[in-house]
């Protein structure tokens, strides 16, 4: 289950996370941990970047 670091820190703008799981579908991944909020209640869902490997 991905732990969702917004709901303890709404300006969290870095994070480390694991990828778990790979759409190829929906190209997209599954994190272990995320600071994105999907969107709901009328407030527009976040975007950011993902950078892979050593930062």
């Known amino acids: 289950m991905t ?3 917004y709901q303890t820190d709404s300006y969290l703008q870095t994070f480390d996370a694991t ?11 599954i994190l272990d941990r995320t ?6 209640g009328g ?6 970047t993902l ?3 050593p930062h």
């Not at 600071?35 to 709901?40: I, N, T, V």
């Open 3 to 5: 732990v969702l670091l």
């Open 19 to 29: 990828v778990i799981d790979v759409d190829e579908a929906n190209h997209g991944v």
């Open 35 to 40: 600071a994105f909020y999907p969107g709901g």
């Open 43 to 48: 407030q527009p869902a976040d975007r950011g």
């Open 51 to 53: 950078t892979f490997g």
